[in-house]
């Protein structure tokens, strides 16, 4: 019995059918490299000061895959450029949320609330990024970065 459930499992996996409720592995690897593409092409356009172009772009990398931080950080920074400083706040906050330990999304939001007047808040978010860059032996600066 356990001989003829293997030979169906892996005639199962040759003939390219998954259970239900798997994504098939072609499909996550094309999902993939397409927010990997996305993500250099947002990279270029915020390097280039398409702020705009980045946030539609970032936008789409977070449709693809809501749990990527760094996509958040980034749209943050095209918002910010572009003025809009809560929703820069509510990028890097979604961010910090994903992942507790990013200096750099913490660095990001403090120096938003420096420019809101918020000192208190961006005093907090500046020393947690100040602690966790320490914890890896970096810097921190204290404003928002410019796109490179």
């Known amino acids: ?3 003829a459930i293997t030979i169906l499992g892996i005639a199962t996996l040759l003939a390219g059918v998954t259970p239900a409720g798997y994504a098939q592995p072609k499909q996550i690897l094309l999902a993939q490299s397409q927010t990997y593409d996305l993500s250099q092409q947002g990279e270029d356009l915020l390097k280039n000061g398409d702020y705009q172009g ?3 772009v970032y936008s789409q990398v977070l449709q693809l895959d809501p749990k990527d ?3 958040y950080v980034n749209r943050g920074r095209a918002r ?12 890097f906050s979604e961010a ?15 120096g938003v609330y ?3 007047g918020d000192k208190r808040k961006a005093r907090e978010d500046l020393q947690q990024a100040t602690k966790l860059t320490s914890n890896r032996g970096g810097g921190v600066n204290s404003q928002p970065t410019k796109s490179p």
């Open 114 to 116: 420096l420019t809101l």
């Open 69 to 71: 931080n760094h996509a």
């Open 80 to 91: 910010f450029e572009l003025g809009d400083k809560r929703g820069a706040v509510d990028d």
């Open 1 to 3: 019995m356990k001989q």
């Open 54 to 56: 980045a946030v539609k």
């Open 96 to 110: 910090v949320q994903l992942n507790p330990n990013d200096a750099e999304a913490y660095r990001q939001r403090g």
